[in-house]
Antibody
Framework: DVQLVESGGGLVQPGGSLRLSCTAS????????MHWVRQVPGKGLVWVSR????????TYADSVKGRFTISRDNAENTLFLQMKGLRVDDAAVYYC???????????WGQGTLVAVSS | DIQMTQSPSTLAASVGDRVTITCRAS??????LAWYQQKPGKAPKLLIY???SLENGVPSRFSGSGSGTEFTLTISSLQPDDFATYHC?????????FGQGTKLEIK
């Protein structure tokens, strides 16, 4: 079965940094586009970033450009999101998600909660 | 960026009802539209992609239609398991965007 497991969330002060990880299993990780999507509890979903299968084409939402960096380690089947300069409005549950063929965000992890507060 | 406007934001209905949720795009997205169901504390689950294609394992009471800028998700006969929040997604551009969600509540 396809599994995506996020980790690395927690409480950080404004201006701080955090690195999220998403460990994949049950499929050939290096073949798929991967994404980060976030959601403030009780609110809508927001696409954050995506990366190509070989890691060569990262793209970002305007709201995180220049502060967040997406990367992947295909040997370790792991997706990362390095977050710097965190703001209060970055607080959310962060999900990793996989595009599967024609299926956008066909698989999701369970999410990891990022809290930003002083 | 493409803005997605979903309506209604909340919908109260009863088991057995037929319900329709609408999503409008700020510019044409052809049929690059998906629908997701999300239950409290859980990740979203893909229901429909390419505006009208049903994901494997999704009950046939769910259907999607539309193209260009206007799309609908219809549940033909609500079941107890269907009370959840529904989100539309446009994936016409690399910067994907969601609607704000529709919470389907029991009347």
């Amino acid at each position: 079965d396809v599994q995506l497991v996020e980790s690395g969330g927690g409480l950080v002060q404004p201006g701080g940094s955090l690195r999220l990880s998403c460990t994949a299993s049950g499929f050939t990780f290096s073949h798929y586009w991967m994404h980060w999507v976030r959601q403030v509890p009780g609110k809508g979903l927001v696409w954050v970033s995506r990366i190509s299968p070989d890691g060569s084409s990262p793209t970002y939402a305007d709201s995180v450009k220049g502060r967040f960096t997406i990367s992947r380690d295909n040997a370790e089947n792991t997706l990362f999101l390095q977050m710097k300069g965190l703001r209060v409005d970055d607080a959310a549950v962060y999900y990793c998600a996989r595009d599967f063929g024609e299926l956008p965000f066909g698989n999701w992890g369970q999410g990891t909660l990022v809290a930003v507060s002083s | 960026d493409i803005q997605m406007t979903q309506s209604p934001s909340t919908l109260a209905a009863s088991v057995g009802d037929r319900v329709t949720i609408t999503c409008r795009a700020s510019q044409s997205i052809s049929t690059w539209l998906a629908w997701y169901q999300q239950k409290p504390g859980k990740a979203p689950k893909l229901l429909i992609y390419k505006a009208s294609s049903l994901e494997n394992g999704v009950p046939s009471r769910f259907s999607g239609s539309g193209s260009g800028t206007e799309f609908t998700l219809t549940i033909s006969s609500l079941q107890p398991d269907d009370f959840a929040t529904y989100h539309c997604l446009q994936y016409n551009t690399f910067a994907r965007s969601f609607g704000q969600g529709t919470k389907l509540e029991i009347k």
